[in-house]
């Protein structure tokens, strides 16, 4: 379930600087923890005694996939992909560059793409199509979260952390022109947020 609003207690003294800037928590820690953590047991139990290769798509999702990796208590590997789609604007372009590839070979893998959020769905659509044709033996997506009803292609995604209106959210990864993805909740930003950067 996603809190409406935090108390400010849990936005001060994390990252003074960008406090200004932030509107509302979204989904505070506590609630992000909780999911993945019953998100890795999903998973340990659904690939149990399979070749887990856990990809993360960059930048976003590498604080996901560290937590979520360690929710899962079983053998897997890492490998990232950097792509990308938005640059410094807060709009999907839907144009899709990948910047820098896997360093695995997937045949005969159980790949699960992490993703941080899906927005349009145009990344991920690319991503599964690219990956798809390197023949793994299986090929699902973890993504903490999906913005409701805003998908311009049908996408089956295994596991999914929070639905979320459609607005502009930060934190835990997800950043504004590269701030704030150390924040370790999800927030929306003032406006005046977006003059600045
Ligand atoms: C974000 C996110 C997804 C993509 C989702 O990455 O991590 O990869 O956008 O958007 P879509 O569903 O509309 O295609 P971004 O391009 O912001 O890069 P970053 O992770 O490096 O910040």
Do not use: W
Not at 55 to 63: E, I, P, Q, R, S
Not at 105 to 134: F, H, M, P, Q, W
Not at 167 to 179: I, K, N, Q
């Amino acid at each position: 379930m996603v809190t409406d609003q935090a108390s400010l207690s849990t936005l001060t003294g994390h990252v003074e600087a960008y406090e200004p800037d932030i509107d509302r928590i979204l989904i505070t820690s506590e609630e992000i923890q909780a999911k993945l953590a019953e998100l890795g047991a999903r998973i340990g139990n659904d690939y149990a005694g399979r070749k887990l290769l856990l990809v993360g798509v960059l930048k976003g999702a590498f604080v996901v996939m560290a937590d979520l990796a360690r929710y899962i208590r079983l053998p897997l590997e890492f490998d990232f992909m950097a792509v990308s789609s938005y640059g410094a604007a807060t709009q999907t372009s839907g144009v899709v560059r990948i910047l820098k590839d896997l360093d695995h070979d997937l045949e005969g893998l159980d790949v699960l793409l992490v993703e941080d959020i899906i927005d349009s769905g145009l990344t991920l659509n690319y991503l599964l199509k690219n990956l798809r044709a390197r023949k793994p033996a299986s090929l699902e997506v973890a993504a903490l979260l999906r913005k409701v009803d805003l998908q311009r292609v049908p996408l089956d995604i295994r596991y999914t952390g929070f639905e979320i209106p459609n607005e502009f959210v930060v934190g835990y990864g997800l950043d504004y022109a590269e701030r704030f993805r150390n924040l370790p909740y999800i927030a929306t930003l003032r406006p005046e947020a977006y003059g600045g950067a």
